[in-house]
């Protein structure tokens, strides 16, 4: 799957929702037309014969025009205007992240310490998927009053994604399976499928909104008794009038409901195919998957969702969240049979009732004593896969790319592989037990953070641990005390997942909080006066994730579509990547030149830059704004800084970093680098 490609698809889908959006307005301010026209002509013949009674004649009732330019006018004005606000008020709602999201259908947050078994084996699940692919660790939501098996992935940016899953998946799905629907949620997040199904949502609920309002119009009216007294006449009139207008809204909001149900549904069920598709891919075991959709169609609630909260959200799901009163057209998946069939062509048709508790007390990874354990949980056992494939060892000083590295470089953007999810099993696995916990809580994440930046040489340390009493007092020292020793059996190579895994708990930090500790690490990293590669890309990395969580809905805005736009910027990012490939200047400039060539619309536009113009404060600024940079940019310009990293047929631990660090900023998850083969 080519990440960049998928994102392309993600938005050409995007068009082809404001078009059908477009049509579902129409059939809504036709209908609001007609239904107007009609409460008008039967007030104008009430009218006439009033009249009639009051003067004594028998006057025929005027002719009434089908077409009225003035009503259509106020009717199209009227409905796009409600429409309008109600779409921005969802979508002001939703912009907040996945999040928002989750917590609008009554998710609750997973706590990171949980001592639930199936709540923690969730967790290990969706931490492997998340380092294996290179995406900041998403929030994990459970629904807890669903007893069904679903689940969804929402979110703007893979900064903010959350994954949601039901009580129902939690305890009727075995490992393999809660893998499996896992792999189909990650599919949605590294697809770009995430922002396209919370403008659908926004859409939604515009369209619906006058339905919303005439049911809660009649609503209100349910407990009105109208009185024949002659003094109650006009009262009574009145109240039957509301009654017309709410009823009439309801006709109205129902002509809606049916478009918008239509555009869920088209939108939703091809991508649920892909989904399933790369989630078999990304695990190997196909049976995982077909378990779950198996285990779907024959418990009796299957994947139905019970609140009606979540019905504006019921494209998000994993599986078919609400029942389709049109059958098939208004479906947002696929029929079960016919997705187990696309994966597995020997079904037989039979489903299976699940287990109401699954037993992972006698799962592998739940063993207590294997090595890594955290709380006696390790962070999971894979390995069952249907086809099972070396697994690459991890980067470990520098690692020796074949021709056409590059290239293969970025085809992993945005992508998940066996190899890559066993590879995050080992290294999560051989993470300190001290460290993974400390990273899960927000009052210790940021103590983490301070000694992956501790120097090795005394003076600077020294320095470092003066300011960190400073500005997070002596308590903070005491626990970076307590994690010396594990810190000092990290690998290079381990340092990065471990922000990833901590970027949850940091979420969680208040303003003020965040503030005083990103002026800390700051200083950190500036306490020798010389700024590493790794401490760039930690520091960057953070940040970014930090304000793409914070705003995603900023972080998604293209403004620059022209490479001469960002020729500069280019120049800076190949450039520092060359210096850190290398001290030596000729060979540094070969690695640009070589860079240089897989961006042929500025061939003789580029120049090779002095390490003092490449610098990290020039190399920050240049990044923040190819950023805003569309796609076909930040792919040619990744393909460029893969080809120069690998440029010498070494890749170093810094040129990775940087690399990562590079595609992060550009909003492009990229798996670890390992061994390319």
Do not use: C
Request: charge should be neutral; glycine fraction near 8%.
């Amino acid at each position: 799957m080519d990440f960049f490609e998928a994102q392309a698809r993600a938005k050409k889908r995007t068009s082809r929702l404001v078009a059908l959006f477009a049509v579902a307005v129409i059939g809504t301010i036709v209908a609001g037309y007609f239904t107007a026209l009609f409460l008008s002509t039967q007030l104008s013949e009430r009218n006439s014969r009033h009249r009639r009674d009051d003067v004594y004649e028998a006057s025929a009732a005027p002719a009434v025009s089908l077409w009225q330019p003035r009503l259509f006018a106020a009717v199209s004005f009227g409905t796009l205007a409600v429409v309008g606000l109600a779409s921005l008020y969802k979508w002001s709602e939703f912009r907040a992240g996945g999040s928002a999201v989750a917590e609008s259908v009554g998710g609750r947050r997973v706590e990171p310490h949980t001592t639930d078994l199936n709540e923690r084996r969730l967790l290990n699940v969706v931490e492997e998927m998340a380092i294996a692919s290179g995406v900041p660790m998403p929030v994990v939501y459970v629904l807890d009053d669903e007893p069904a098996i679903n689940a969804f992935a929402a979110g703007l940016t893979t900064s903010d994604a959350v994954v949601t899953v039901t009580r129902g998946t939690l305890e009727k799905l075995t490992r393999d399976e809660l893998q499996g629907v896992i792999g189909h949620e990650f599919s949605h997040i590294l697809n770009g499928d995430m922002r396209l199904n919370v403008k659908l949502s926004a859409i939604l609920f515009g369209i619906l909104v006058i339905g919303i309002t005439g049911r809660m119009v009649l609503f209100s009216l349910r407990n009105t008794r109208l009185s024949s007294r002659g003094n109650n006449k006009n009262g009574g009139g009145f109240i039957v009038v509301i009654a017309a207008v709410g009823l009439a809204l309801l006709v109205i909001g129902y002509v809606g409901y049916f478009f918008g149900r239509l555009i869920q549904a088209a939108v939703s069920r091809q991508r649920e195919f892909l989904a399933d598709a790369s989630s078999v891919q990304f695990t190997r075991n196909p049976g995982g998957l077909v378990g779950a959709l198996r285990k779907i169609g024959g418990y009796a609630l299957g994947s139905s969702i019970q609140s009606s909260k979540s019905t504006a959200i019921g494209h998000f799901f994993f599986a078919q969240g609400f029942q389709s009163m049109f059958g098939g057209a208004w479906a947002t998946h696929p029929p079960l049979d016919v997705r187990i069939r696309a994966i597995d062509p020997q079904f037989d048709g039979k489903f299976f009732e699940p287990k109401e508790v699954v037993d992972v007390a006698h799962e592998p990874w739940a063993r207590p004593g294997r090595a890594g354990n955290v709380a006696g949980f390790a962070p999971g056992a894979l390995a069952r896969t249907a086809a099972a494939q070396p697994v690459p060892p991890p980067l470990s000083g520098a690692v020796r790319p074949q021709a056409g590295s590059a290239e293969r470089l970025v085809a992993n953007v945005g992508t998940l592989s066996p190899a890559a999810v066993a590879g995050a099993q080992d290294l999560l696995a051989a993470l300190p037990e001290r460290l993974r916990i400390a990273a899960r809580s927000p009052q210790e994440a940021p103590v983490l953070l301070y000694g992956l930046l501790l120097h090795e040489e005394p003076v600077a340390r020294e320095r470092q641990r003066a300011l960190i009493v400073t500005h997070a007092g002596r308590e903070a020292l005491a626990l970076l005390d307590q994690f010396d020793a594990a810190l000092r059996q990290l690998r290079p190579e381990q340092k990065l997942p471990l922000l990833q895994l901590a970027l949850p708990a940091l979420r969680d930090l208040p303003p003020a909080v965040l503030d005083v500790f990103s002026g800390t690490l700051d200083e950190l990293v500036h306490a020798d006066a010389n700024v590493s590669t790794f401490e760039f890309a930690l520091q960057k990395l953070l940040l970014h994730s930090l304000a793409a969580s914070r705003q995603p809905s900023a972080a998604t805005v293209v403004q620059i579509y022209s490479f001469n736009a960002v020729a500069t910027e280019i120049a800076v990012v190949l450039s520092a990547l060359a210096h850190a490939s290398s001290d030596d200047s000729a060979e540094a400039a070969r690695a640009f030149a070589a860079g240089a060539r897989q961006l042929k619309l500025l061939e003789g536009r580029i120049d090779f830059l002095s390490r003092e113009a490449s610098g990290f404060a020039t190399l920050d600024a240049a990044l923040d704004k190819l950023a805003t940079a569309s796609g076909p940019i930040k792919q040619r310009l990744l393909v460029a800084g893969a080809e120069v990293v690998s440029a010498d047929g070494v890749i170093l631990i810094a040129e990775a970093e940087l690399l990562r660090a590079v595609a992060a900023t550009l909003d492009v998850p990229m798996p670890p680098l390992t061994a390319v083969s």
